[in-house]
């Protein structure tokens, strides 16, 4: 590995697209992912590669669309209003199966909501915005050196599947720094893909990209075929950390939140608590795995996000009703204390936990 | 013996779905010729639209891409951009570019993306059965505007043209007809102009094609075409507006 530097993570996420092959991205400036779309318009002319700031980030995600149609490894960034707007492209890029990368710095909501990291666009990214059944792989960086190995990841599962991935991160994933390494190395060649439209020289019959099945049949065998692709990355896909598998209790968090929840885990096995974390790293395919792993032994789930509750939807569904799932959350923008936290899980260890 | 004529190359054959009288086929057909005559139909991406001619990824002989409603020039900008060597084009109506494209063709235009854009402007909203198009004539009827465009509560029909070719980044912009022989004539002619523009690295082009919607105006092919020539040309004059290497005309 190469030498350590001191990165933003908006800026370390970048120059992680640009090492993956990366070389067009499209976005429109919104905070807090400003740093984000600055350094690829430093970096992709240094590179050979392409850079636009876009009129809306309707335009950036329909140009990522063109350019993963034509072949390229191709990303855009937005946050969550802006996010909302490239909802349509998503689901376009997904029936037509193009490839592209797409970080999400999430902010406080709905509407315009504030600048601070929120995790309040969880459904949206795990549910699908857009229109129509298609499913996002979505990655959870939990610090910024993994959101470096993710970003790398996102594009070759987006070449791999040819299937946008989405990186859910927040304002804070985007702004803080932290040393990160980047692989040494040339950028891994993307692998070959014969169905892109680059002309239909050497090849004889034209490619199309499209998403349009006017037969209602054929749309369901369209359909059928797309669910099948989702299943095996539900299969093959589910990323997960866990922390101190043999404990009691078990905090659930993602990104910022876990971070958070990792330094309670600590502090409450100063104070006698066994307490253990299950992090996904893939939010959708959520990793269910992990429940099933802890379940027989847990006494009990406190899910903890920058959101009214969304996640834990999904902790429950691992969970099945075998054990107590509740949850703390806090919103708009505000990061909850690990002294929050604890004092809410020692509430849960009392038994008097409630489902709030 | 001699082949006068023929199929050009460029088009793949399926029989097009278009109404009778409706000059999407003959529109096709000039933008397949240039495609062969420049020699560039395998080096060619199409950008199809939302609208009547959504089916266009059938038709072209060459790559194609089918995009969101109104977002045929960013897609084109994405093509263009990755893969330089590549003819690109996009095909839209007057719903697509001039309604809810609005943002993404004028930006295309003043970036001087090197694509080229074929704008057919019928005056309605064909696929979807008739309703008001943002270039629908004052006074004009549809199924929104049941008694006639009226400027003071739907607004004024958009010149696309004379606005695009306002634009630094805009090389070539005409607006032309298929109404009649010598007019197509004079389309094919401004099509591989545009397309010219592309190849010589100029900036945005985009042809202007006046045409006829008989089945959403109510009309025979033959009332349809006087109607274009009595009504819109007053409106949407042709010309070019933008040439290469001088201002707007």
Redesign the interface.
């Known amino acids: 590995m190469a030498e350590l530097s001191l990165m933003k993570g908006n800026e370390a996420i970048a120059e992680a697209a640009i090492r993956a092959g990366c070389?067009?991205y499209?976005g429109y400036p919104i905070t807090p992912q400003n740093e984000l779309c600055e350094y690829m318009a430093r970096r992709m002319p240094e590179v050979g590669g392409?850079f636009?700031q876009?009129?809306?980030e309707?335009?950036?995600i329909?140009?990522?669309?063109?350019?993963?149609?034509?072949?390229?490894r191709?990303m855009t960034s937005s946050s969550s209003p802006g996010i909302s707007l490239k909802q349509?492209?998503i689901s376009?890029l997904c029936g037509?199966e193009v490839p592209g990368v797409i970080v999400n710095m999430v902010r406080g909501g709905p509407g315009l909501g504030s600048i601070q990291p929120a995790q309040s666009d969880y459904f949206q990214a795990t549910r699908g915005g857009g229109h129509g059944d298609y499913r996002t792989i979505v990655l959870g960086p939990g610090s910024i050196q993994e959101a470096v190995e993710l970003t790398m990841l996102a594009f070759e599962l987006a070449d791999r599947y040819r299937n946008p991935v989405v990186i859910l991160g927040d304002g804070m994933m985007g702004q803080m720094m932290e040393p990160v390494q980047f692989p040494d190395g040339p950028p891994p060649q993307p692998p070959a893909k014969p169905w892109a439209?680059?002309?239909?020289?050497g090849r004889g019959s034209?490619?199309?990209?499209?998403?349009?099945y006017i037969e209602a049949e054929r749309c369901e065998r369209h359909n059928q075929r797309l669910q099948e692709k989702y299943r095996r990355m539900e299969e093959n896909e589910p990323r997960y950390e866990l922390v101190n598998p043999e404990a009691e209790y078990f905090l659930v968090a993602y990104g910022t939140s876990s971070r958070i929840c990792r330094a309670v885990v600590g502090r409450a096995s100063r104070d006698g608590l066994r307490v253990g974390m299950i992090r996904p790293i893939t939010l959708w395919p959520f990793p269910r795995a992990a429940f099933d792993r802890v379940v027989e032994r847990a006494r009990a789930f406190l899910t903890v996000e920058m959101s009214a509750g969304q996640m834990v939807e999904d902790v429950r569904l691992a969970v099945e009703g075998r054990r107590p799932v509740h949850f703390y959350g806090r919103t708009g923008g505000v990061v909850p204390t690990p002294q929050e936290v604890l004092a809410r899980l020692k509430l849960v260890v009392e038994g008097r936990g409630g489902e709030s | 013996m001699q082949r006068i004529f023929g199929r050009p190359a460029a088009l793949t054959g399926i029989p097009f779905h278009y109404c009778p009288g409706c000059p999407h086929g003959i529109v096709h057909r000039l933008v397949a010729e240039c495609l062969d005559e420049l020699g560039v139909c395998e080096r060619a991406v199409g950008i199809a639209p939302v609208g009547c001619a959504v089916f266009a990824y059938n038709y072209f002989n060459c790559d194609m891409i089918q995009a969101a409603h109104g977002r045929a020039p960013a897609v084109a900008t994405g093509v263009k951009r990755v893969q330089p060597d590549a003819v690109v084009f996009t095909y839209q109506g007057d719903g697509d570019l001039a309604a809810i494209g609005t943002a993404e063709i004028v930006h295309a235009a003043t970036r001087g993306e090197r694509i080229t854009v074929v704008f057919i402007n019928n005056a309605i909203y064909g696929m979807t059965g008739g309703q008001m198009a943002p270039t629908t004539l004052v006074g004009q009827e549809t199924t929104t505007t049941p008694r006639g465009r009226d400027a003071s509560y739907h607004g004024h029909p958009v010149r696309v043209s004379e606005m695009l070719a306002l634009l630094d980044g805009a090389a070539y912009v005409a607006r032309v007809s298929v109404h009649a022989p010598g007019h197509v004539n004079r389309a094919k002619r401004a099509l591989r102009r545009a397309f010219e523009v592309q190849l010589e690295n100029r900036g945005f082009s985009l042809v202007e094609v006046v045409s006829a919607c008989p089945t959403n105006w109510g009309m025979t092919p033959v009332e349809a075409l006087r109607w274009v020539e009595q009504n819109m040309l007053p409106y949407y004059r042709l010309g070019e507006f933008k040439v290469p290497g001088q201002g707007e005309a």
């Open positions: 070389r067009f499209a392409t636009i876009s009129e809306s309707v335009a950036a329909n140009m990522v669309y063109g350019a993963g149609a034509a072949g390229a191709a349509e492209g376009y037509s439209t680059t002309g239909t020289r034209p490619n199309i990209i499209n998403s349009l």
